[in-house]
């Protein structure tokens, strides 16, 4: 007790302690902090696609028109469901699917606020006791944060570089049982920016 008032008891979920304790902007951050400060010569980090920060990004001007179009119509100033609005999602539907053997609907789409919801909205789903989920190591943070603070347990498979950062499938194999509730596949890969063959996801399929 400090002046008359009690001290706060707040206490951190103790659970999300065991995540990866550094981001991956955290390391780009460590690489720019190694550049040469008297060095006048312009840089670009390709980690962040950023058009506020970077105008080599910059919005196309057909997505501009269409925000502003979008706004100025009035017709989507207002709380929109959970999963997007029936236009959006159907006309991703209709993009997706010129490169499928079928067609999507826009039943099948679920839009999100960044990649960040979208893995937080799967894991929630996906999230059982006793489940676990193979993550690839190296990997996006998040996936170890999400699944400590749902209760998963987190089995890692080593990214080979020498196989093109494919994952190291005999221990796929190893780590798989009934409680496995997925694989996680990051393709085109990040941070390792490989890109997996057909006949390398058809085995992971298999698995």
């Known amino acids: ?120 909205v799967v894991m929630s789903v996906l999230a059982h006791p006793n489940a676990n989920i193979l993550l690839p190591r190296p990997c996006f943070p998040i996936y170890n944060s999400y699944a400590a603070y749902l209760g998963m347990e987190v089995r890692h498979v080593d990214l080979l570089p020498e196989r093109n950062w494919e994952m190291d499938l005999e221990a796929v194999e190893d780590l798989v049982d009934d409680n496995t509730v997925a694989i996680v596949i990051v393709n085109p890969g990040n941070p390792c920016g490989n890109v997996y063959t057909y006949e390398y996801l058809a085995k992971v399929i298999d698995i």
């Open 1 to 120: 007790m400090e002046n008359g008032r009690k001290e706060w008891k707040l206490r951190p979920n103790a659970s999300l302690s065991s995540t990866d304790q550094i981001s991956i902007r955290g390391l780009l951050e460590v690489v720019k902090s190694n550049l040469a400060g008297g060095d006048e010569r312009p840089t670009i980090t390709l980690g962040q696609g950023d058009p506020s920060h970077f105008p080599s990004f910059r919005t196309v001007s057909t997505a501009e028109e269409a925000i502003v179009t979008a706004v100025q119509s009035g017709k989507y100033n207002c709380y929109s469901p959970a999963f997007g609005f029936p236009t959006a999602r159907r006309a991703i539907a209709e993009y997706l699917s010129k490169d499928l053997p079928y067609k999507l609907s826009e039943e099948d789409v679920y839009i999100t606020s960044g990649c960040q919801q979208a893995i937080e």
